[in-house]
């Protein structure tokens, strides 16, 4: 059988037409999952519950057939397992235990101790190897440590991370502390699925744009160079995405400094532009603007044709700049999809 399109690209084949998925294409725009989100009680008891995580993987599967299903869980599970409290509130997002002092982060789990809290994602990942079509790869994934550190600063999603801000310059020893230790978790986390069967992994740095300079240098590029060489040592051959969101100029050279296969860009960078510039060393992921699932018509068409055209010479997985909103239509996305493919 011929190995799967998303698998090809990442080894840098250059397809006519190139894989598709979609970030957060498991969501609450698709009326199945807020179905099974609605069985589950809360997104928590989803995430942990590894027949109803399976099954909304799966369900954008079915009704798209994308190239790639990423297993249904969140970057915050990893704080969650290291001892941080997490809970969601509806409508508005993740709430945390913050961690501003020494005690705060005295309470943390040793990185090697999360295992037994996510054993529920890697069942979901065992049963997604069972269930999904023999063409679909399977990705894990996992927030990039500066990203989730934010979260653990605040307590919550913040405009500008100013609190994880704060804790760098008030008190650089502690904040690189917390930095390490999800580093460590992230690996020992990403292995694990990589175990339990996940083809590829991703690493999400949602808030790599707020780190300027040498920030961005020493807690995105870093840490993800880390977690990618170990990953590397103990799985050679398992493809890693790093997604440094925002990352403007500092996407070029990213995949070449971390080690990732394939850099994931977001929209508010231009096609042609990174074609040029990050595409050279290698896959890229990205980057139609997420609205177009909103407003349809000739305007994503004319997008769609444009972002394949852009990435044409070389290898590239189609897929959105950020997350699909929960007010996308469906038939948007069937319509990118069958523009892609012709
Ligand atoms: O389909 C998929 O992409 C897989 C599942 C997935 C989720 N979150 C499910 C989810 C993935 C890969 C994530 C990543 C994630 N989670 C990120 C990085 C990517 C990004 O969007 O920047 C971040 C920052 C989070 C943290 C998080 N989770 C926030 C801030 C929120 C609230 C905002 C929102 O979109 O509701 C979540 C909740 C969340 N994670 C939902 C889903 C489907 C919605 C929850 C619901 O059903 O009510």
């Not at 609605?38 to 008891?45: E, I, V």
């Not at 292995?191 to 069967?197: E, K, L, P, T, Y």
């Not at 070029?252 to 510039?277: L, M, R």
């Amino acid at each position: 059988m011929a190995e799967k399109k998303l698998m090809r690209a990442l080894a840098g084949e250059t397809m006519a037409t190139p894989p598709a998925w979609m970030m957060r294409q498991a969501g609450r725009f698709l009326p199945e999952y807020r179905a099974t989100r609605a069985q589950a009680g809360d997104f928590l008891s989803l995430c942990y519950t590894p027949d109803l995580a399976a099954e909304v993987t799966l369900q954008p599967i079915r009704r798209f057939g994308f190239d790639a299903a990423i297993v249904f869980a969140d970057i915050l599970l990893v704080p969650d397992a290291l001892g941080a409290d997490l809970w969601f509130v509806t409508g508005e997002g993740p709430r945390l235990s913050t961690i501003t002092d020494q005690a705060g982060f005295d309470v943390l789990k040793p990185a090697d101790a999360i295992h037994d809290h996510l054993a529920p994602v890697y069942e979901t990942i065992k049963i997604l190897t069972r269930e999904l079509p023999a063409e679909t790869a399977l990705i894990g994934f996992a927030g990039a440590p500066w990203t989730v550190a934010t979260y653990m600063i605040a307590g919550r999603g913040t405009p500008d991370q100013a609190p994880a801000h704060a804790l760098k310059q008030g008190n650089r020893p502690l904040f690189e502390a917390l930095l390490d230790r999800i580093t460590e978790a992230t690996i020992e986390y990403l292995s694990a699925q990589i175990d339990a069967g996940a083809e590829v992994v991703k690493l999400f740095d949602s808030w790599a744009g707020s780190l300027k300079g040498d920030d961005f240098d020493k807690y995105a590029l870093e840490p993800t160079k880390r977690i990618i060489a170990a990953l590397k040592a103990r799985h050679p051959g398992v493809p890693v995405i790093a997604f440094p969101r925002e990352a403007g100029e500092k996407y070029i050279g990213f995949a070449k400094a971390t080690g990732a296969d394939c850099v994931a860009i977001d929209n508010s960078v231009d096609a042609d532009w990174a074609a040029q510039h990050v595409q050279v060393d290698g896959c890229v992921q990205g980057n139609m603007a997420p609205s177009h699932m909103v407003t349809g018509g000739q305007a994503l068409v004319d997008e769609v044709l444009r972002i394949k055209a852009a990435f044409s010479g070389g290898p590239h997985i189609f897929n959105l700049g950020h997350g699909i909103t929960p007010d996308a239509d469906p038939e948007n996305v069937t319509l990118m999809l069958e523009t892609l493919r012709g």
